[in-house]
């Protein structure tokens, strides 16, 4: 049970960090710019404190405590906000998410809702025919389990629009469903091989199907609109914008290459009051695999990502940043590129298929060894359980070579676990970064991956509690716009786990449930951690940036299965309001 209690002044200066000014002895009449009363403060710092009234001057946090206590901050100027009895937390971090990418899909067409072939084709032709001059149809959010094998076949849109190229990415980004048009404009035909860790999907005849998976994506870029830096500023800027009515003031990007999502950063780095703190993950090749990076080209990939970092911090003003680089160690398992222990069953690459390493071991050492040589934090793409044990070893590895210093670290996806690997994030530095929105028994897990492994590998599907059991520190990601950014969806499915949309599904894995206050300590505190920020924010204590936002309700408080029905009221920044419902 949580420990809440009123702040007294007394309290506050026990608890140090928590106060820079006691209550009751305000002498110098430096009164609040606001003050926040009439509601429930939780501060989510290590003591669990909670207060009912908060005072902000100048973008930061003078004091807490009762109403009472707050008024000796209070002057002519000061603004007063009644809570009328709502929550504040600590602004969320989404610490793996692709703004630009979510924005993207919020300014064009978007999959994500239709549940049937279809649906879908109705909506990608609505889109088509209500932009005639559009070269290429491009879109996103496409569902793999709406298609038998997750494999959208090329006639279906050949049947809706025959003459110009069709390029749609599906909802995780590792696939895409292509029309014929597309094809001849590529040049892709049953003579193309596959690509260095991709796949062209085949009919019997060795014609290209209409599905391209991972690498093999790129086959199309030479005949994708030109994506303008205009066009990524204002994708960028949507997308942050989303957050924020997510409760969400900090975001990871989980992979930005040397392109014009890069320069839409560089522009938000120089915008002191940018709405959304970025910490943006670099990565060294052009798409989402890593094969560029080899045991004989490290140092230059190296040294080009620090060249790159080097422009962020000479542009920063203060909310953006690139201290991280992103290794996509291996693939997804619904096309059977997820790096496994033992072999798939049943699927097309044979029996002894146990999936892609996109790098290989030894070069994963090495790339991580001089990443961190260099001060970069690290995230890695890692679903499988051999990719899993391979990033654990390689950071190990680093730990050993290289002396000991802050790092921020963290291992995204985490679907397959080997027992006893869950002890080995127990280490300084490190961090289980979790999509426990994907934490339930959905039509990816119960026809895309459960079918096509081990029986005995399904209890270790998407764990979460036994992280936690183990020492990790947990912080969440939504990966964003491969599914929703709502933060509050997922604390449901995590405290549930099952379908946020059917009260009567039944829990899957029940035993790895987390509790409320696990998932809002790796949105608050945690999440500030992992951006390297937790000396700024993440916690709501005299000193720290005035970061909070306001509940429709209290998640410790409604019953389970109506948290994911909670919204955000407002969210600030520094103090400022930058989002109101």
Same mark, same amino acid.
């Given at each position: 049970?949580?420990?809440?209690?009123?702040?007294?002044?007394?309290?506050?200066?026990? %608890?140090?960090?928590?106060?820079?000014?006691?209550?009751?002895?305000?002498?110098?009449?430096? &009164?609040?710019?606001?003050?926040?009363?009439?509601?429930?403060?939780?501060?989510?710092?290590?003591?669990?404190?909670? +207060?009912? !009234?908060?005072?902000?001057? =100048?973008?930061?946090?003078?004091?807490?405590?009762?109403?009472?206590?707050?008024?000796?901050?209070?002057?002519?100027?000061? /603004?007063?906000?009644? $809570?009328?009895?709502?929550?504040?937390?600590?602004?969320?971090?989404?610490?793996?998410?692709?703004?630009?990418?979510?924005?993207?899909?919020?300014?064009?067409?978007?999959?994500?809702?239709?549940?049937?072939?279809?649906?879908?084709?109705?909506?990608?032709?609505?889109?088509?025919?209500?932009?005639?001059?559009?070269?290429?149809?491009?879109?996103?959010?496409?569902?793999?389990?709406?298609?038998? !094998?997750?494999?959208?076949?090329?006639?279906?849109?050949?049947?809706?629009?025959? =003459?110009?190229?069709?390029?749609?990415?599906?909802?995780?980004?590792?696939?895409?469903?292509?029309?014929?048009? +597309?094809?001849?404009?590529?040049?892709?035909?049953?003579?193309?091989?596959?690509?260095?860790?991709?796949?062209?999907?085949?009919?019997?005849?060795?014609?290209?199907?209409?599905?391209?998976?991972?690498?093999?994506?790129? $086959?199309?870029?030479?005949?994708?609109?030109?994506?303008?830096? !205009?066009?990524?500023?204002?994708?960028?800027?949507?997308?942050?914008?989303?957050? $924020?009515?997510?409760?969400?003031?900090?975001?990871?990007?989980?992979?930005?290459?040397?392109?014009?999502?890069?320069?839409?950063?560089?522009? +938000?780095?120089?915008?002191?009051?940018?709405?959304?703190?970025?910490?943006?993950?670099?990565?060294?090749?052009?798409?989402?695999?890593?094969?560029?990076?080899?045991?004989?080209?490290?140092?230059?990939?190296?040294?080009?990502?620090?060249?790159?970092?080097?422009?962020?911090?000479?542009?920063?003003?203060?909310?953006?940043?690139?201290?991280?680089?992103?290794?996509?160690?291996?693939?997804?398992?619904?096309? &059977?590129?997820?790096?496994?222990?033992?072999?798939?069953?049943?699927?097309?690459?044979?029996?002894?298929?146990?999936?892609?390493?996109?790098?290989?071991?030894?070069?994963?050492?090495?790339?991580?060894?001089?990443?961190?040589?260099?001060?970069?934090?690290?995230?890695?793409?890692?679903?499988?359980?051999?990719?899993?044990?391979?990033?654990?070893?390689?950071?190990?590895?680093?730990?050993?070579?290289?002396?000991?210093?802050?790092?921020?670290?963290?291992?995204?996806?985490?679907?397959?676990?080997?027992?006893?690997? &869950?002890?080995?994030?127990?280490?300084?530095?490190?961090?289980?970064?979790?999509?426990?929105?994907?934490?339930?028994?959905?039509?990816?897990?119960?026809?895309?991956?459960?079918?096509?492994?081990?029986?005995?590998?399904?209890?270790?599907?998407?764990?979460?509690?036994?992280?936690?059991?183990?020492?990790?520190? %947990?912080?969440?990601?939504?990966?964003?716009?491969?599914?929703?950014?709502?933060? &509050?969806?997922?604390?449901?499915?995590?405290?549930?786990?099952?379908?946020?949309?059917?009260?009567?599904?039944?829990?899957?894995?029940?035993?790895?449930?987390?509790?409320?206050?696990?998932?809002?300590?790796?949105?608050?505190?945690?999440?500030?951690?992992?951006?390297? /920020?937790?000396?700024?924010?993440?916690?709501?204590?005299?000193?720290?940036?005035? =970061?909070?936002?306001?509940?429709?309700?209290?998640?410790?408080?409604?019953?389970?299965? =109506?948290?994911?029905?909670?919204?955000?009221?407002?969210?600030? %920044?520094?103090?400022?309001?930058?989002?109101?419902?």
């Amino acid at each position: 049970m949580r420990n809440i209690y009123i702040i007294s002044g007394a309290m506050l200066l026990a %608890l140090g960090a928590c106060s820079a000014q006691n209550t009751e002895t305000n002498t110098d009449k430096s &009164f609040a710019d606001t003050i926040l009363t009439g509601g429930t403060i939780y501060t989510m710092d290590t003591s669990q404190t909670v +207060a009912s !009234a908060m005072a902000v001057k =100048d973008g930061k946090i003078v004091a807490l405590g009762t109403v009472d206590e707050m008024q000796a901050y209070s002057g002519d100027a000061t /603004q007063t906000i009644d $809570l009328n009895g709502a929550t504040v937390f600590p602004g969320f971090t989404d610490a793996h998410v692709h703004v630009a990418g979510g924005g993207e899909g919020l300014r064009g067409l978007t999959l994500h809702d239709a549940q049937t072939p279809d649906v879908m084709l109705a909506k990608i032709k609505a889109y088509a025919d209500a932009h005639p001059d559009m070269p290429v149809i491009t879109g996103f959010g496409w569902e793999l389990n709406v298609f038998e !094998a997750g494999n959208p076949h090329k006639s279906l849109l050949d049947e809706i629009i025959p =003459d110009r190229p069709v390029i749609l990415t599906a909802a995780d980004g590792h696939n895409s469903w292509v029309n014929s048009k +597309a094809f001849e404009m590529a040049g892709v035909t049953a003579d193309t091989p596959d690509p260095v860790a991709g796949h062209i999907e085949k009919d019997a005849d060795g014609q290209p199907s209409g599905t391209l998976r991972e690498s093999a994506m790129k $086959l199309m870029a030479g005949i994708l609109p030109e994506v303008t830096k !205009a066009d990524m500023v204002a994708n960028l800027r949507a997308g942050a914008e989303f957050q $924020l009515s997510n409760g969400i003031v900090g975001s990871i990007d989980a992979a930005i290459s040397a392109n014009m999502e890069e320069q839409a950063y560089l522009d +938000a780095a120089t915008d002191p009051k940018y709405p959304q703190r970025f910490r943006v993950s670099l990565l060294a090749s052009d798409h989402s695999v890593s094969s560029i990076v080899t045991e004989e080209n490290v140092d230059a990939v190296v040294e080009t990502l620090s060249e790159r970092r080097q422009k962020f911090r000479e542009a920063n003003k203060g909310r953006v940043d690139a201290e991280s680089v992103k290794i996509f160690v291996d693939g997804v398992p619904e096309n &059977f590129t997820a790096a496994m222990h033992d072999p798939y069953v049943g699927v097309p690459q044979g029996p002894d298929h146990r999936g892609v390493m996109n790098l290989t071991e030894n070069a994963l050492i090495k790339y991580v060894t001089a990443l961190d040589n260099k001060g970069f934090n690290i995230l890695t793409h890692s679903m499988g359980d051999r990719a899993i044990d391979a990033t654990l070893t390689a950071f190990e590895q680093m730990m050993e070579a290289n002396p000991a210093r802050d790092r921020r670290n963290h291992i995204s996806h985490l679907e397959f676990l080997t027992p006893t690997s &869950f002890k080995r994030f127990d280490v300084p530095g490190m961090a289980a970064n979790i999509q426990s929105l994907w934490h339930f028994n959905d039509p990816y897990i119960s026809e895309l991956t459960e079918p096509f492994v081990k029986p005995e590998i399904h209890r270790w599907i998407y764990p979460a509690k036994s992280f936690k059991d183990a020492g990790a520190k %947990l912080v969440w990601g939504s990966d964003w716009p491969v599914s929703t950014s709502n933060p &509050f969806m997922s604390i449901e499915v995590a405290v549930l786990r099952q379908d946020p949309n059917n009260a009567e599904d039944t829990p899957w894995i029940p035993e790895e449930k987390l509790t409320v206050d696990d998932m809002m300590v790796a949105l608050t505190r945690n999440g500030a951690w992992i951006m390297g /920020q937790d000396d700024i924010r993440g916690t709501l204590e005299a000193g720290k940036l005035a =970061d909070f936002i306001i509940l429709s309700a209290d998640p410790y408080k409604v019953k389970p299965y =109506d948290i994911s029905e909670i919204t955000v009221k407002a969210t600030y %920044l520094e103090g400022e309001q930058v989002y109101s419902n």
